[in-house]
């Protein structure tokens, strides 16, 4: 009796630490909304379609190919798969667009206007590097995926980045 007793137990607090699990991921993807702060990016779309998705939009951003003269990491030039984090600062010409001032391999220290955005390294060849941030696909309602290919030379987004480094993409800004 006792026995099955403590299996139960087990069982209800392994499932009680799941559903706490559970709920913190979602909590911390929608705490970016309420906590984060909003910057934009400039931005060039591609027009692809999923199967089972429908359509989106390939996002390419200027801060996905950096010269590798803003590398301030440990080793020379970074590897491929290595985690990144880039300081973003507001533009000097457009100050509500964010710019790359730097790659580090450590989280830098950021100034109450700068954004911190974790990355990926892709590549670093060719005096540049190549990296991904997470939010470089958006979900289009089916057929719109073209209509939006067409005004990429207007476009940018807005990300939410939370405090802690989290960051996603908000939405999709048509500039007239």
């Known amino acids: 009796m006792r026995n099955s007793s403590k299996r139960l ?30 910057i934009r990016l400039e931005t060039a779309p591609v027009d692809p379609r999923d199967l089972f998705y429908g359509d989106y939009v390939i996002l390419n951003y200027e801060i996905s190919r950096l010269p590798d003269e803003m590398w301030h990491g440990g080793a020379a030039q970074p590897e491929r798969g290595q985690r990144a984090y880039v300081l973003l600062r507001p533009s000097t010409e457009h100050p509500e667009l964010y710019e790359a001032a730097g790659i580090y391999d450590e989280r830098p220290d950021a100034g109450t206007e700068d954004v911190v955005l974790k990355a990926r390294v892709e590549y670093a060849w060719d005096g540049n590097i190549e990296l991904t941030y997470g939010f470089e696909r958006y979900y289009v309602p089916e057929g719109t995926g073209k209509a939006l290919e067409e005004q990429r030379e207007n476009m940018q987004v807005a990300i939410k980045v939370a405090p802690w480094g989290q960051a996603k993409l908000s939405r999709l800004i048509i500039q007239p």
Not at 30 to 37: E, R, S
């Open 9 to 38: 137990k087990l069982l209800v607090g392994l499932v009680l630490l799941q559903v706490i699990v559970l709920l913190g991921l979602a909590f911390s993807y929608i705490a970016v909304d309420w906590y984060g702060k909003e």
